[in-house]
């Protein structure tokens, strides 16, 4: 997947694309894959890096979700299961089971969560990781041996799945082109074409970094632009009336000591805010969050208050022995969520349903907001059957349910970190073969290789040291110091392969550190 090569495609004279998509995150880039793999003409355009904002910066769960079961919506949980289901068959090097573990302090729990969860199986039809189970407290404390003891009764045991969610936004975008579609990162849209009868028929583009502009014909726009769909509205109808409600949510990230080593996820059902509290071992750390602002700025880069990190590491605490400090966080990231608003007013963002909404203008614009990671599939599938429906494209059925994506491979060996990269491990120890030197370490720490930023450069349109340290290798979310000290090493290694100068180098390295600050603690 090179750049230049997917520039070259949109300088065909005349053309008009079927499917013209704004916005790369998770929503985009699997309708992206949706309309490429019925046959559609795609072009989808990223005005940053691919999964650059909300969709990098999850979780990293593909699940049900606990908590909407307790708010009653059911057929959410139920539709998320299935895709959960249908996620893990489609890119099993990505998608793993993970198990849970709900620590219990009284009897009372103990029999509600039991219940509860086996319900949840139930709703999974077939899709499911593993059944629930009740552990007694030896047990509890022998799986997560750091559990708080004092009080313990027991726990349940339940099943989600785990990801690496800017790993599985690469193998989208891969995965679309395979299948003849273009998506192109640090290409922003700045217009929407009308035609004669005021219909959308196209977008103006600018290429952020060859400051070229690109005016093209299509039959269908599609605004999955997350936190920024409201802009993308205005561009349609000037007057358009502000529909999403950003919601934060931050994470932090611990050395995987703090669950014991365990390979067992710890879901705390209700915290003091209302929310779940995951414990998710991902990449031999931990990540642990989330909560929920409301009322943020959108932004690409948005930043996590204090009181955030401090509920963090007070519920944490609550059922961490030793609880966790400021001192052990390695990283700390932020997201904003693209909640729909809601019809009536007064509601908290936690309580609004992460169900998805498609709108249709009056110009035909068509916008998908809302939803989760979990359910991307479903949600491509569901806006372009609404294209069809409206009559803005030929009907054609969708077939991503039964689909493998790029670089399949069923069993992954998960103690080896190029896991993630499926198929295409196998391509990058090649390069290593034929270049012995690609086989060094970027960092005594970690296993990542020169290799790796290679490979991002040619193969994966990595175009900054942000891209590569933040969404190719993941070191940025893993450990923010650690990234910030080999980030001369690795700009270096681009600029050699990018034929940059030392002037680009420098100032790579100072964007980045800028972006890094807020990834870390100052003491």
């Given at each position: 997947?090179?750049?230049e090569e997917?520039?070259?495609?949109l300088?065909?004279?005349?053309?008009?694309?079927?499917v013209?998509i704004?916005g790369?995150?998770?929503?985009?880039?699997?309708c992206a894959v949706?309309?490429?793999?019925?046959?559609?003409?795609?072009?989808m355009?990223?005005?940053?890096?691919?999964a650059?904002c909300?969709?990098?910066?999850?979780?990293k769960?593909?699940?049900?979700?606990?908590?909407?079961?307790?708010?009653g919506?059911?057929?959410?949980?139920?539709e998320?299961?299935?895709?959960?289901g249908i996620?893990?068959s489609?890119?099993?090097?990505?998608?793993k089971?993970?198990p849970?573990?709900?620590?219990?302090?009284?009897h009372?729990?103990?029999?509600?969560?039991f219940?509860?969860?086996?319900?949840y199986d139930?709703?999974?039809?077939g899709?499911g990781?593993?059944r629930?189970r009740?552990?007694?407290?030896?047990?509890?404390m022998?799986?997560?041996?750091?559990s708080?003891?004092?009080?313990?009764?027991?726990?349940?045991?339940?099943?989600?799945?785990?990801?690496?969610?800017?790993?599985?936004?690469?193998?989208?975008?891969q995965?679309?082109?395979d299948?003849?579609g273009?998506?192109?990162n640090?290409?922003?849209?700045?217009g929407i074409d009308?035609?004669?009868e005021?219909?959308?028929?196209?977008?103006?583009v600018?290429?952020e970094i060859?400051?070229?502009?690109?005016d093209l014909?299509?039959?269908?726009?599609i605004?999955?632009?997350g936190i920024?769909?409201d802009?993308?509205?205005?561009?349609?109808?000037?007057?358009?009336?502000?529909?999403i409600?950003?919601?934060?949510?931050?994470?932090i990230?611990l050395?995987?000591?703090?669950?014991?080593?365990?390979?067992?996820?710890?879901?705390?059902?209700?915290?003091?805010?209302?929310?779940?509290l995951?414990?998710?071992?991902?990449?031999?750390?931990?990540?642990v969050?989330?909560?929920?602002t409301?009322?943020?700025?959108?932004s690409e880069?948005?930043?996590?208050l204090?009181?955030?990190?401090?509920?963090?590491?007070?519920t944490?605490?609550?059922?961490?022995d030793?609880?966790?400090t400021?001192?052990d966080i390695?990283s700390?990231?932020?997201?904003?969520?693209?909640?729909?608003?809601?019809?009536?007013?007064?509601?908290?963002?936690?309580?609004l349903?992460?169900?998805?909404k498609?709108i249709?203008s009056?110009n035909?614009?068509v916008?998908?907001?809302?939803?989760k990671w979990?359910?991307?599939?479903?949600?491509?599938?569901d806006?372009?059957?609404k294209?069809?429906s409206?009559?803005l494209?030929?009907?054609?059925?969708?077939?991503?349910?039964n689909f493998?994506l790029h670089?399949?491979?069923k069993n992954?060996?998960?103690?080896?970190h190029?896991y993630?990269?499926g198929?295409?491990e196998?391509?990058?120890?090649?390069?290593?073969?034929?270049?012995?030197?690609?086989?060094?370490?970027?960092?005594?720490?970690?296993?990542f290789?020169?290799?790796?930023?290679?490979?991002?450069?040619r193969?994966e349109?990595a175009e900054t040291l942000?891209?590569?340290?933040?969404?190719?290798v993941?070191?940025?979310?893993?450990?923010?110091?650690?990234?910030?000290k080999?980030?001369p090493?690795?700009?270096?290694?681009?600029?050699k392969?990018?034929?940059?100068?030392?002037?680009w180098?420098?100032?790579?390295?100072?964007?980045?550190?800028?972006i890094?600050d807020?990834?870390?603690?100052?003491?």
């Open positions: 997947m090179k750049r997917e520039l070259e495609k300088n065909a004279d005349g053309k008009i694309w079927d013209i704004v790369g995150g998770a929503t985009g880039l699997g949706d309309a490429a793999t019925r046959g559609y003409s795609v072009a355009f990223e005005m940053y890096d691919f650059k909300t969709s990098s910066r999850s979780t769960l593909v699940h049900g979700g606990v908590r909407y079961l307790q708010q919506d059911v057929k959410l949980v139920k998320a299961l299935h895709e959960r996620m893990k489609n890119c099993p090097q990505l998608v089971d993970q849970f573990i709900i620590s219990n302090y009284t009372w729990h103990n029999f509600l969560y219940c509860g969860l086996v319900f139930m709703l999974s039809l899709y990781y593993g629930s009740f552990i007694n407290a030896r047990s509890v022998k799986r997560i041996p750091t708080v003891s004092k009080g313990l009764k027991g726990g349940i045991v339940y099943h989600d799945g785990q990801f690496d969610d800017a790993r599985m936004a690469m193998t989208l975008a995965t679309c082109v299948n003849g273009t998506v192109i640090r290409m922003k849209v700045t009308h035609d004669a005021g219909k959308c028929c196209g977008v103006k600018h290429d060859e400051g070229k502009d690109y014909k299509c039959r269908c726009v605004n999955a632009a920024f769909c802009d993308v509205m205005k561009m349609d109808i000037e007057k358009h009336k502000k529909m409600v950003p919601s934060q949510g931050v994470h990230v050395d995987k000591k703090f669950i014991g080593g365990s390979n067992d996820a710890i879901m705390v059902p209700k915290t003091s805010d209302g929310r779940v995951f414990a998710v071992p991902w990449h031999d750390k931990v990540v969050g989330t909560t929920d409301p009322g943020v700025t959108p880069e948005p930043k996590p204090e009181q955030e990190i401090e509920f963090i590491l007070h944490a605490g609550l059922y961490m030793p609880a966790p400021r001192a390695l700390v990231f932020a997201g904003l969520r693209p909640l729909a608003a809601p019809k009536k007013e007064g509601k908290s963002s936690k309580e349903s992460r169900g998805h498609i249709v009056k035909n614009l916008t998908i907001t809302g939803g979990t359910s991307y599939r479903k949600m491509a599938e806006t372009v059957d294209a069809i409206i009559g494209l030929e009907p054609r059925k969708c077939v991503t349910r493998h670089g399949y491979h992954p060996d998960l103690n080896d190029m993630v990269y198929s295409d196998m391509n990058i120890a090649d390069l290593i073969k034929r270049n012995p030197e690609f086989g060094e370490k970027l960092s005594d720490r970690y296993d290789t020169v290799a790796e930023v290679i490979w991002a450069v193969e349109m942000d891209d590569v340290l933040a969404r190719r993941r070191l940025l979310f893993l450990d923010a110091r650690e990234a910030e080999i980030a090493k690795v700009a270096a290694i681009m600029a392969e990018m034929c940059k100068d030392q002037n180098i420098d100032a790579q390295v100072a964007d980045f550190d800028k890094a807020n990834y870390y603690l100052k003491n």
